[in-house]
């Protein structure tokens, strides 16, 4: 539960700049493709430091390491709702990135290390609920006429909760890494079966991303939705998905090979279908089949297999990589999207993110199943 609260704070963070982006641009007077670029800013350092700051967790106390990125990630939202450029705020987002980025690795390795089979995925499930919740909560606020006019406000309120939540980690969160069962690798445990997950993991992510940081300013300049319509329209996906992940892991057990595959295309759809419907009460079906098999309700199939190829050792620096691989589709959607959105063709992107799907399910394919806990890589190479 603990891991849910902060996917639920790191993702509302996030969200909240994506109905914000409009007003943001206006304050700074810079365009589409440099509101990408902030977009990809927080997402670069988040990136480049997520294999570092996996084999990182395998050794230090995960209470020192969540807690000091809370404070580190919601100091640097706060400040920028003060600063007075562009570049101050990109850079800051920048430094929000670096801090954040020990979060995944040490917050799923604990959740590894604590649970087994189906109690595993189930936790994983509930904990990446978080980050449905928080997109929701994310988009709901910023989404509002008033909150676009008072955004500067909006980032600090949401820095200073953020860092709040450190004092949560520090109590909760276990003091040392259980090096005594489970002796730490001081190397990435690199499988055939690693890299192909990082193929699916890029293929879901990017489409995820570029809804995060976009959908709402295409509602907004395409649709022309404000206000409640703008605020539930962009929640839908996350808010369904929330509670999917979990009944999808509920449902699939041992299946979740074969749900991946059919996920992946399933939400490959949904994305096509989006700059296809012009009514705007009839984009809610896409949306919700996004939301009950897009990137949220995938992720804890796609970590019950990695975890199930990893070693105990190897967690952190495993599932660091496999976020790494993810995470730089987060770094390329926003801008990439910006720039067809500077030439007036962001409806390109929703088809892009359709294919990079098509590739994720094609990667999907070479994947072998595994039922074993924490397997060794030598048997599953």
Same mark, same amino acid.
């Given at each position: 539960?603990l891991?849910?609260?902060g996917w639920?704070l790191?993702?509302?963070?996030?969200a909240?700049?994506?109905?914000?982006?409009?007003a943001?641009?206006?304050?700074?007077a810079?365009?589409?493709?440099e509101?990408g670029l902030l977009g990809?800013?927080?997402?670069?350092?988040?990136?480049?430091?997520?294999?570092p700051a996996?084999?990182?967790?395998?050794h230090?106390s995960?209470r020192?390491?969540?807690?000091?990125?809370?404070?580190g990630?919601?100091?640097?939202i706060?400040?920028?709702?003060v600063?007075?450029s562009?570049i101050?705020?990109t850079?800051l987002?920048l430094?929000?990135?670096?801090?954040?980025?020990?979060?995944?690795?040490?917050?799923?390795?604990?959740?590894?290390?604590?649970?087994h089979?189906?109690?595993?995925?189930?936790?994983?499930?509930?904990?990446?609920g978080?980050m449905g919740?928080?997109?929701?909560?994310?988009?709901?606020?910023?989404a509002?006429p008033?909150?676009?006019?008072?955004w500067q406000?909006?980032?600090v309120v949401?820095?200073?909760?953020?860092?709040m939540?450190?004092?949560?980690?520090w109590?909760?969160?276990?003091?040392?890494?259980?090096?005594?069962?489970?002796?730490?690798?001081?190397?990435?445990?690199?499988?055939?079966?690693?890299?192909?997950?990082?193929?699916?993991?890029?293929?879901?992510?990017f489409g995820?991303?570029f809804?995060?940081t976009w959908?709402?300013?295409y509602?907004?300049?395409v649709?022309?939705?404000?206000?409640?319509?703008?605020?539930?329209?962009s929640?839908l996906s996350?808010? %369904?998905? !929330?509670?999917?992940g979990v /009944?999808w892991?509920?449902l699939v057990?041992d299946?979740? =090979? +074969? *749900?991946?595959r #059919?996920?992946?295309p399933?939400?490959g759809?949904s994305?096509?279908?989006?700059?296809?419907?012009?009514?705007p009460?009839?984009?809610?079906?896409?949306l919700?089949?996004?939301?009950?098999?897009?990137?949220?309700?995938?992720d804890p199939?796609?970590?019950g297999?990695?975890t199930?190829?990893?070693?105990v050792?190897g967690?952190g620096?495993?599932?660091g990589?496999?976020?790494?691989s993810?995470?730089l589709?987060s770094v390329?959607a926003?801008?990439?999207?910006? %720039?067809? !959105?500077?030439g007036g063709? /962001?409806?390109w992107?929703f088809d892009?993110?359709?294919v =990079? +799907? *098509?590739f994720? #399910?094609?990667?999907?394919?070479?994947?072998r199943?595994?039922?074993?806990?924490g397997?060794?890589?030598?048997?599953?190479n």
């Amino acid at each position: 539960m603990l891991g849910a609260v902060g996917w639920m704070l790191v993702y509302a963070d996030r969200a909240v700049f994506g109905p914000l982006l409009i007003a943001i641009g206006h304050h700074f007077a810079v365009g589409p493709a440099e509101l990408g670029l902030l977009g990809s800013a927080f997402f670069l350092a988040y990136t480049v430091l997520q294999v570092p700051a996996g084999m990182i967790a395998d050794h230090l106390s995960p209470r020192a390491l969540l807690a000091g990125s809370f404070v580190g990630f919601g100091a640097a939202i706060a400040l920028g709702g003060v600063v007075g450029s562009f570049i101050g705020l990109t850079l800051l987002l920048l430094l929000a990135g670096a801090a954040q980025a020990i979060y995944f690795p040490a917050q799923y390795a604990v959740t590894a290390r604590g649970a087994h089979g189906q109690a595993r995925d189930l936790t994983t499930a509930i904990t990446n609920g978080g980050m449905g919740v928080g997109v929701a909560i994310g988009f709901g606020v910023a989404a509002w006429p008033q909150a676009g006019a008072h955004w500067q406000a909006l980032l600090v309120v949401a820095g200073l909760l953020t860092m709040m939540a450190s004092i949560l980690f520090w109590r909760a969160a276990p003091a040392r890494v259980p090096t005594a069962a489970h002796p730490t690798s001081r190397r990435i445990p690199w499988s055939r079966d690693l890299w192909l997950l990082c193929l699916v993991n890029f293929g879901s992510l990017f489409g995820f991303f570029f809804m995060l940081t976009w959908l709402p300013y295409y509602l907004q300049t395409v649709s022309h939705l404000q206000g409640g319509a703008l605020a539930l329209t962009s929640a839908l996906s996350p808010l %369904i998905a !929330a509670p999917a992940g979990v /009944l999808w892991v509920k449902l699939v057990k041992d299946s979740r =090979l +074969l *749900a991946i595959r #059919l996920f992946l295309p399933l939400a490959g759809l949904s994305l096509l279908a989006v700059p296809l419907i012009g009514a705007p009460g009839l984009l809610l079906v896409p949306l919700i089949v996004y939301g009950l098999v897009g990137k949220l309700s995938t992720d804890p199939l796609i970590l019950g297999e990695a975890t199930r190829r990893l070693p105990v050792a190897g967690l952190g620096a495993g599932l660091g990589v496999l976020n790494f691989s993810g995470m730089l589709a987060s770094v390329v959607a926003p801008v990439v999207a910006g %720039i067809m !959105a500077q030439g007036g063709h /962001l409806a390109w992107a929703f088809d892009l993110a359709a294919v =990079l +799907l *098509a590739f994720g #399910l094609v990667a999907s394919l070479g994947l072998r199943s595994v039922n074993g806990q924490g397997a060794d890589l030598a048997k599953v190479n």
